[in-house]
């Protein structure tokens, strides 16, 4: 027994050393497997709660066209949590487990979304920062070892790349646009943007996962170094915007050819991380919710489904019925 | 009969459907985070996307589409009083969804056989609320033919909704369409569905105190009052922005 796991495990590791992917029938050792569980069952919690920040401006925006772009957005976002939860699910472990976890704090979501969206520029910011971020982070991912993974990231990264065009492209009509819409856009910018820096987790040396994902190839870069990349990205960009960004040590480093930029607040992640940000309870209480309250349609479409099965239902009504979890 | 070039859209016309649809959208998008399963955010949102589409179009055959959505007052919307009602809870939602989307379904069909301004838009969009009326006759399915709970929401909504169905089929000046024929079909439609969702179709009286009709000449519903001041309050705070 010891040589045939000892065999598998070799497997493993040379498969992952080639970069060779890793799929659901393959061997894989257990904390390989709980490790992609957590952070793609993460990464699609953060897709669905990340909906709220947004979903609040649907009914309030200003345009038709914007109207139209926002609605199209957080309906994508529920797309990536429907191909996440699938990917997590390759893995053994289900949907409405996850949603479970979620519910009951014992798994966590971006922090990011516990801060407000006040102005229909913070609609613009996120898609600017936030997607941004998340694309700076995710890029990486499609090349990640899990091959349900990594193709629902390629898939993902894809639309997130829309998502941050639009944004950036809404925050410039803004800062183009009345001195009233201009100031809009340059508030969002000031409060996203340190919340945008922190998306990319803790400094290398306290990151607590951080070593083992590298080795496996879970994860590709560290914190820092995406965190490094995206301000050097953003500078510019902020620059085109004709927007400030709230930094005063910001400034380009000749010698490393990178940006150099201020301390970030970690006292304020680390209580956001704990359920002390402006919105966490707001967050988790509206995903609570509609999940109780949708509680009885779901179990209408499994009763139905359950007919449907047993005969009692013409089959033809139910063809393409969706399965709904139950 | 009169002799006006066909492709010349007839305002009242376009209003009535362009708003219709506009107004319809922004109730389904205020599901958008609230949905009872992850793959209804996707539907709902897909329904209300196409509705969008079309009403953009609409209104932009007689005006600027965002000064129309934005900066008329409620007594000048054209729109069914049903597509005002709230979401209620998501059997409201699907009653809402059968009995407009199957009435969408019939007059589009004709709209896209006939000859008028609307023709082409209408062969486009057949498609689309075809996808609308399946979704909800689906659902109506599940619901009615679900569990006791369920059944008993279901028939609750079909019943609350029931009296705002009369107007729908009150001509509307500047469509060619056989009213008579929208009705029958959309009757038996409407029945065969509730029928094989184990419910029935219901028979109070298929409009209020109000004469049919009150939402195509204007007068509208409670709760539309609240609805346009939250989708127009952005619009209107900034006079001649552009976003
Ligand atoms: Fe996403
Ligand atoms: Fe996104």
């Not at chain 1, 936030?130 to 991912?141: E, F, K, R, S, Y």
């Not at chain 1, 990178?258 to 509206?286: M, S, Y």
């Not at chain 2, 932009?60 to 809870?89: I, K, M, T």
Request: proline share 5%; charged share 25%; glycine share 8%.
């Amino acid at each position: 027994m010891e040589t045939t796991a000892e065999g598998f495990e070799a497997a493993f590791d040379a498969a992952v050393a080639a970069d060779e992917r890793i799929e659901p029938r393959d061997w894989m050792p257990e904390a390989y497997r709980a490790s992609l569980v957590r952070q793609i069952a993460q990464h699609a919690h953060s897709e669905i709660i990340g909906m709220q920040p947004e979903a609040n401006w649907i009914s309030r925006a200003p345009s038709l066209r914007r109207k139209a772009i926002l609605m199209a957005k957080v309906q994508d976002e529920a797309g990536h949590g429907l191909y996440l939860y699938s990917a997590a699910e390759t893995l053994g472990t289900g949907r409405e487990e996850l949603l479970d976890k979620l519910h009951t704090g014992r798994q966590k979501y971006s922090s990011i979304f516990n801060y407000p969206t006040l102005t229909w520029a913070d609609v613009g910011a996120i898609g600017w920062l936030v997607d941004g971020a998340a694309i700076t982070n995710q890029v990486p991912l499609c090349r990640c070892s899990y091959g349900p993974y990594a193709r629902a990231m390629v898939r993902i990264c894809k639309e997130e790349s829309f998502h941050q065009r639009q944004g950036y492209e809404l925050l410039l009509a803004l800062s183009n646009g009345t001195p009233a819409q201009h100031e809009m856009a340059q508030d969002a910018v000031n409060r996203w943007w340190w919340p945008s820096l922190m998306m990319f987790g803790p400094p290398d040396d306290e990151s607590a996962h951080s070593a083992q994902s590298m080795a496996w190839k879970i994860k590709r870069h560290s914190n820092d170094e995406l965190r490094q990349r995206f301000v050097d990205i953003c500078v510019p960009q902020a620059e085109a915007l004709g927007l400030a960004l709230p930094d005063p040590d910001l400034r380009w480093n000749e010698e490393r050819g990178r940006h150099d930029f201020g301390a970030i607040d970690w006292a304020e992640f680390r209580e956001v991380l704990k359920g002390n940000g402006p919105c966490n309870e707001q967050r988790i209480t509206q995903r609570r919710r509609a999940h109780e309250e949708g509680a009885w349609v779901r179990d209408a479409a499994a009763a139905y489904a359950t007919k449907r099965r047993a005969g009692s239902v013409p089959a033809e009504d139910g063809v393409r019925m969706m399965e709904a979890t139950a | 009969m009169n002799d006006a070039p066909v492709t010349a859209p007839p305002r009242a016309a376009a209003l009535a459907l362009g708003d219709d649809a506009l107004v319809l959208s922004h109730r389904l998008g205020e599901w958008a985070g609230h949905a009872p399963v992850l793959e209804e955010e996707v539907a709902l949102a897909n329904i209300a996307l196409d509705l969008l589409g079309q009403a953009r179009i609409l209104l932009s055959l007689v005006g600027d589409e965002d000064e129309l959505a934005y900066l008329r007052e409620e007594r000048a919307f054209r729109n069914l009083q049903l597509v005002e009602q709230p979401n209620g809870d998501f059997a409201q939602t699907i009653a809402r969804q059968l009995y407009f989307s199957t009435y969408q379904l019939f007059l589009y069909r004709q709209l896209a056989a006939g000859d008028s301004a609307f023709t082409g838009l209408a062969a486009k969009a057949v498609k689309e609320v075809a996808y609308h009326q399946d979704h909800a006759a689906h659902w109506t399915l599940r619901l009615g033919d679900g569990t006791a709970e369920s059944h008993e929401r279901m028939a609750r909504a079909c019943g609350a909704l029931w009296r705002y169905t009369g107007e729908m089929f009150e001509p509307v000046e500047g469509l060619e369409v056989d009213w008579r024929a929208l009705e029958d079909s959309w009757r038996e439609s409407v029945a065969g569905v509730l029928e094989r969702a184990t419910l029935t179709l219901p028979d109070g009286p298929r409009s209020g105190a109000w004469r049919a009709g009150a939402g195509r000449q204007g007068l509208h519903t409670e709760p539309f009052g609240p609805m346009l001041a939250e989708m127009q309050h952005l619009h209107r705070s900034h006079p001649g922005a552009s976003w």
